[in-house]
């Protein structure tokens, strides 16, 4: 199974910063269900009650356990903006 993705920033457009996420529909799929795990993932346990769960993602050959980013890839880091203690996501603003 092929599982393909490429994640980088295009400097186009200057003015307009832009994430392109890229994939064959294998890769896809897998990304979204990475979402979805992460959206379900119970933070009640295993973590300080002021963080959440992160999963970093890594271009080859840098390898992790989630490694399906292509090496033209940039890090993509995806994580639950909610607090495991209160839910709130206001210290990702500052």
């Known amino acids: 199974m092929n599982r393909n993705i490429v994640v980088r920033i295009s400097h186009f457009n200057p003015d307009v ?8 529909p294998d890769g896809l799929k897998w990304l979204a269900s990475e979402l979805v795990r992460l959206a379900e ?15 970093h993602l890594l271009p080859a050959p ?13 890090q993509l880091d995806i994580g639950r903006l909610d607090r495991r203690d209160d839910g709130s996501f206001e210290w990702f603003l500052d």
């Not at 910063?17 to 064959?24: A, E, N």
């Open 41 to 55: 993932y119970d933070q009640s346990t295993g973590f300080p009650p002021d963080e959440g769960t992160v999963h």
């Open 62 to 74: 840098r390898k992790s356990a989630y490694d399906n980013l292509l090496d033209v890839s940039v």
């Open 17 to 24: 910063p832009k994430v392109q996420i890229y994939g064959d």
